[in-house]
C-alpha cells in the first residue's frame, strides 16, 4: 500500500522558488526511478524530472538548469526545487514512484506562477 503526498505548492511571482517535497511510505532506494510530472489545463502530463534508485537524474529541457531532484532517504521524501519560475511552469505537479511490478502515484500539489 504505497501512498505517496506532495505538498509545497503555491503561488509565486515569476523568477521566484518553491520547494516540493514529496513524502513516500515507503523506502525511495525501493523503486527503480522516481519523477516529478505536471499538467497544466488542457495540456497533456509531462516528465519533468527523474531519479533512478542509483541517483542518476535527468531533466525535461524546459527546466535544465532551473529545476533540481534530490532526495532524502532518512525521510522517505524526494523533493523538487525550482528557481527562476516562468509562467509556463504553471501545472499541477505530481510525484510518480516506479518498480518493475506498477507506478504509484501522489494527488498532486498546484503551483501558479504569475507575471
Known amino acids: 500500500q504505497v501512498q505517496l503526498v506532495e505538498s509545497g505548492g503555491g503561488s509565486v511571482q515569476v523568477g521566484g522558488s518553491l520547494r516540493l517535497s514529496c513524502v513516500v511510505s515507503?523506502?525511495?532506494?525501493?523503486?527503480?526511478?522516481i519523477r516529478w510530472y505536471r499538467q497544466a489545463p488542457g495540456k497533456q502530463r509531462d516528465l519533468v524530472a527523474s531519479?533512478?534508485?542509483?541517483?542518476?537524474?535527468n531533466y525535461a529541457l524546459s527546466v535544465k538548469g532551473r529545476f533540481t531532484i534530490t532526495r532524502d532517504g532518512a525521510k522517505n521524501t524526494v523533493y523538487l526545487q525550482m528557481n527562476s519560475l516562468k509562467p509556463e511552469d504553471t501545472a499541477v505537479y505530481s510525484c510518480n514512484a516506479a518498480d518493475l511490478r506498477r507506478d504509484y502515484w501522489g494527488q498532486g500539489t498546484q503551483v501558479i506562477v504569475s507575471s
Open positions: 531519479m533512478s534508485r542509483g541517483g542518476t537524474t
Open positions: 515507503a523506502s525511495v532506494s525501493s523503486f527503480n526511478v
